[in-house]
């Protein structure tokens, strides 16, 4: 029999990474575990340092409001998907998918499955091998509102929410019942708390550099006033959706108004000209309020619902381009010049949201589906043609 090593008993063991919290910084879900001491939770980053750690206290909640947003942020560790489980994967499912921005740097976000591409699966060395692509809809990080190919391997299941972590249940019970017995509490909405400027302050979906691989600076002391900062704009860099498939005659202020009137943003719109063989014509939307870039994004490229116009013609939201981008400055400068005009052209009631369960969101999302497979035969066109191309300028190399 073998003598205890009395030293073991000191070593504590090893922390449960077995959380998930959707970090304030980059809405990038990570693994964490809790630690409660008193009235302060202590949310430790796995492969992360110290320094890294995030932290809530009990008195820096004042409304309940506060205490749902943090809730929300947390849920059970997702499960990685096997190969023989694909057939879990359908349209509506929500999903956590990997992205990667330099190559290395994974993040997880938010996705909602639009479509699978089913192929028949292989068998190698008796393990099943799934080569389908899931088709997403991103809902949370710099791309968010794009629909972007995935693998299996790139996709977990999101679990239930009803098992919420123990010490997470604790501390938000005791921020509660605080709450209940100073009603004086939630009755002072004239100072902003530490934590409702802090949330707000880093509730955005990417930041400038998304290939950070460390999370972001949250919480590593109680007094978070000075994140306090106006939010209000991007600092010069603006976000732009780029449309498709509009009805040609569509104006720029009808899209403005159609966006004001469904989810009270401010938005700038500019539609493209388009050859008259065209039955269709593309289109932007430029938003210059970080704070309301989810918003725009989830309304633009929704799962619950398609934008179409009363003629029966779906939107299809292509590409989100930060302000930086050449193409992006572009299109500002353009509507820049000519917003004057378009602010004087009547709107019209040219377009409207169909939902699932009715006959127009069924021929609606059957004519996007159709739009999106025209999109994808003009890409293998486009290359086909650069390739053959490079064969009559450039003969040698091709050789």
Not at 312 to 330: C, H, I, K, Q
């Amino acid at each position: 029999m073998s003598v205890a090593n009395p030293k073991a008993a000191s070593v504590p063991p090893p922390p449960d990474y077995d959380v998930e919290f959707r970090s304030l910084s980059d809405d990038a879900w990570y693994s964490v575990c809790t630690v409660l001491d008193g009235e302060k939770l202590t949310l430790k980053y796995q492969n992360f340092s110290d320094d890294d750690d995030c932290i809530f206290e009990v008195k820096n909640f004042k409304t309940l409001e506060e205490v749902e947003r943090l809730k929300d942020r947390f849920r059970p560790i997702s499960a990685q998907l096997q190969d023989n489980e694909c057939h879990k994967v359908v349209g509506g499912v929500v999903v956590c998918a990997s992205h990667s921005f330099d190559g290395s740097d994974n993040r997880f976000y938010d996705a909602v499955v639009d479509d699978v591409v089913h192929k028949e699966h292989s068998f190698e060395q008796g393990g099943e091998m799934c080569s389908c692509t899931f088709i997403v809809i991103m809902q949370h990080g710099p791309i968010a509102g794009c629909l972007v190919n995935k693998t299996i391997e790139s996709l977990c299941l999101v679990q239930s929410y009803a098992c919420l972590d123990p010490n997470l249940l604790l501390f938000l019970k005791m921020v509660k019942e605080r709450l209940q017995n100073e009603p004086c509490v939630l009755e002072n909405k004239k100072s902003a708390t530490s934590f409702t400027k802090w949330l707000n302050q880093n509730t955005k979906c990417a930041k400038q550099s998304p290939c950070k691989k460390h999370p972001p600076d949250e919480a590593k002391s109680n007094d978070h006033s000075d994140w306090s900062r106006d939010d209000n704009d991007l600092g010069g860099c603006s976000s732009v959706f780029l449309i498709d498939n509009l009805d040609k005659d569509i104006s720029p202020s009808t899209i403005v108004e159609f966006i004001r009137s469904h989810t009270s943003l401010s938005v700038q719109a500019c539609v493209f000209p388009s050859m008259s063989s065209e039955m269709y014509t593309q289109g932007a939307i430029v938003l210059n309020c970080r704070k309301n870039l989810e918003k725009l994004s989830k309304f633009l490229d929704c799962q619950n619902h398609i934008i179409m116009s009363k003629r029966g013609r779906p939107w299809v939201a292509t590409e989100n381009l930060s302000g930086y981008d050449s193409f992006a400055v572009s299109i500002q400068n353009l509507m820049h010049k000519y917003q004057e005009n378009w602010q004087h052209k009547s709107t019209g009631h040219a377009l409207k949201v169909v939902y699932p369960g009715s006959e127009e969101y069924a021929t609606a999302k059957q004519l996007r589906d159709l739009f999106m497979e025209f999109t994808e035969h003009q890409r293998r066109l486009h290359k086909r043609l650069a390739m053959e191309e490079r064969k009559i300028l450039q003969p040698s190399q091709v050789a």
